[in-house]
């Protein structure tokens, strides 16, 4: 069955620290891969999605990721991150055996410290 | 316009009660989805719309039942209310179910079953 990995559950910065979440995914065809983000207090909303072409995408806020295919790799960057970037991200991903439905991984919980 | 829009944010259920997760948006969108979100876990599809009068199951459809008589509205109905449907849930709408389309998602509702 196809799943979503997403190896830190709670991740805490400072202030102008770089940030790197992992996102893997098990699935050997051709995928769409997605993060969404929900601050808090707020809805889930998307901060970036690949589906073709540059395997470096960027989103909204400063943040990018990047697919490397050979390692099933969708990892989120920033490389400084703000107090307002504390939220919980969730990868995503999905596939025509999926039928395009998204399959989700368990979200990462960020804390920035001021 | 609103987005998503879901009732109640909150609600307490006893065990065998019943009760209707109200979703609307009014993006006109064709597609409406319901996902729940168990604590440490991904979002799990409950059932999905791809237009008024069709619905189809998700991965965990047991203990539910949908309906879209309304593009603009994709209820929720829980039968004799279960612990393990102790949950938030989450409505979201796409305008198609493309690859790469963006999902809008509502602001959840934390639902509780005694």
């Known amino acids: 069955a196809q799943s979503v990995s997403q190896h830190n559950h709670h991740v805490i910065l400072s202030e102008a620290a770089s940030l790197e979440l992992g996102c893997n995914y098990s699935?050997?065809?051709?995928?769409?891969l997605f993060w969404y983000v929900q601050y808090p207090g707020q809805h889930l909303q998307l901060l970036l999605k690949?589906?073709?072409?540059d395997p470096l995408v960027k989103g909204i806020k400063g943040f990018e990721a990047e697919f490397i295919k050979s390692k099933f790799s969708f990892n989120l960057r920033k490389p400084s991150v703000q107090w307002s970037d504390t939220a919980e991200y969730f990868c995503?991903?999905?596939?025509?055996?999926?039928?395009?439905?998204?399959?989700w991984g368990a979200g990462t919980k960020l804390i920035i410290k001021p | 316009n609103a987005g998503v829009t879901q009732t109640p944010k909150f609600r307490i259920l006893k065990i065998g009660q019943s009760m209707t997760l109200q979703c609307t948006q009014d993006?006109?969108?064709?597609?409406m989805y319901w996902y729940r979100q168990d604590p440490g876990m991904g979002l799990k599809l409950i059932y999905y719309s791809v237009g008024a009068g069709i619905t189809d199951k998700g991965e965990v459809p047991n203990g539910y039942n949908v309906s879209r008589s309304t593009t603009e509205d994709f209820p929720l109905r829980l039968e004799l209310a279960a612990p393990s449907q102790t949950s938030v849930y989450f409505c979201a709408s796409s305008n198609q179910q493309g690859a790469a389309d963006e999902q809008y998602f509502g602001p959840g509702t934390r639902l509780t079953v005694t």
């Open positions: 995503a991903v999905n596939t025509m055996d999926s039928n395009y439905q998204l399959i």
């Open positions: 690949y589906f073709s072409g």
């Open positions: 993006m006109n969108h064709n597609y």
């Open positions: 699935y050997g065809g051709t995928v769409n």
